[in-house]
């Protein structure tokens, strides 16, 4: 068969999910305002998910708790039960997987489908089978969802958001005009709290506006290389495929950024190098992760790369193990030369930081100033709160 000059992408959104879970589980709550928080205090709760009957009163995700039942007395609130809700994305999954084996997973309550052999090759329309997987995820597992249909992800991902919920909505490149490009800037996929701000500083309102920019050169100079992703999407020129492996366990993590001029100054390089470990020890914990071996990346303005790595007895996770390596891996190799990339990678990726280390005279006191630490932050987060102590990290001295 020969290849379709078109795709049919699907983004399915589950309808306020975390609620309603809650509310499979327990439909007498169906009529009532119900909010998922992950804290038992109402002092310091937040709204994780908030239903629609409580969004009619102004409730929303993020939102205090004590905040929340002013705006609604009649709250329900409920403690968040992730091994439920894991239960129900599974099934979610398994039931998409039914129709095609085209599915990447975006989020517990989330995915796409690329569904475009099913219509070229079964003739199935569309339209219909969306329907029929939202009649379907009602029926079986009594959560609604809103369905956005499109030729690509970002298209399909801004389609599944106009009619919540429990809406479908097909949106294609001869409908951005007047349906896509007339929405506020910060409606737009891909452009954070952040980036919002600076592109109103510029007039650019709508995401119309930033198609139609003309001073591109200081657009890129703003944001780099995330500007040409933004126009392309807002133009409906997504290519990305549909991957069902990208949330597969990866066997490396990192990242990398490249800059836009030569970077001479060390605190500015070494900036960028703690985002870029930001970065990957946030997907290490996304993906429950800790790495053996670290390395740094460094391209110089001739392309010249070096990289350097460390391999540990014990894995880690966290930024403030992470940073600490990467920087003295940088004072040791960087010998002043202006860079154009730097990168760090993670590998001997495993499931658990735990390492069997027998106990002898010459590392028994860090055993017994570790656990009595421990001990000490248990006893004042037990008393003051989860969030008011953490463990800090020493940074590397210079020589």
């Known amino acids: 068969m020969e290849k379709p000059i078109f795709r049919i992408i699907f983004h399915i959104d589950l309808n306020a999910f975390f609620a309603s879970c809650e509310i499979a589980k327990r439909p007498e ?18 709204v994780t998910t908030a239903n629609y009957v409580a969004r009619s009163y102004g409730v929303h995700s993020a939102m205090p708790l004590l905040q929340a039942k002013k705006k609604c007395p009649q709250l329900v609130v409920l403690a968040a039960d992730f091994k439920l809700y894991r239960q129900i994305s599974r099934q979610f999954m398994n039931l998409l997987h039914e129709y095609t084996n085209q599915v990447e997973k975006a989020s517990i309550d989330e995915a796409y489908l690329d569904v475009t052999a099913l219509f070229h090759e079964e003739k199935m329309h569309p339209l219909q089978l969306a329907q029929t997987i939202q009649q379907r995820l009602l029926a079986e597992l009594k959560i609604g969802c809103s369905i956005g249909i499109a030729p690509n992800k970002f298209l399909a991902k801004m389609a599944s958001d106009m009619k919540k919920p429990n809406g479908i909505t097909i949106l294609r490149k001869r409908d951005l005009p007047h349906l896509l490009w007339p929405q506020p800037i910060e409606e737009m996929f891909g ?68 800059f836009f001029k030569d970077y001479y100054f060390e ?84 499931h658990t930081n735990k390492v069997k280390e027998p106990l002898t005279l010459f590392n028994y006191q860090s055993f017994v100033e570790e656990g009595k630490i421990k001990q000490t932050m248990e006893e004042i987060k037990n008393k003051y709160g989860a969030d008011l102590i953490q463990k800090g990290f020493q940074k590397g001295r210079k020589t």
């Open 29 to 46: 709550l169906k009529a009532l305002p119900v909010a998922v928080t992950g804290e038992k205090s109402s002092k310091r709760g937040i």
């Open 191 to 258: 452009i954070g709290k952040a980036s919002a701000p600076k592109l109103k500083q510029l007039g650019i309102e709508t995401i119309g506006d930033l198609v139609h920019y003309q001073e591109v050169e200081k657009l890129e100079w703003m944001f780099g290389h995330q500007l040409l992703k933004w126009v392309e999407n807002a133009r409906g020129e997504d290519q990305s495929p549909v991957d069902p492996t990208r949330y597969e366990v990866p066997s490396s993590i990192g990242h990398s950024t490249t």
């Open 267 to 350: 605190q500015e390089i070494k900036e960028e190098a703690k985002k870029m470990c930001l970065k990957t020890a946030n997907r290490l914990k996304s993906y429950g992760l800790y790495a053996k071996t670290v390395t740094l990346q460094l391209k110089d303005a001739t392309f010249k790369q070096t990289t350097r790595s460390l391999t540990l007895t014990k894995p880690i996770q966290h930024i403030n193990e992470l940073y600490p390596l990467i920087e003295e891996l940088f004072d040791e190799h960087w010998e002043g030369q202006p860079l154009r990339l730097i990168g760090v990678y993670t590998t001997n990726l495993v």
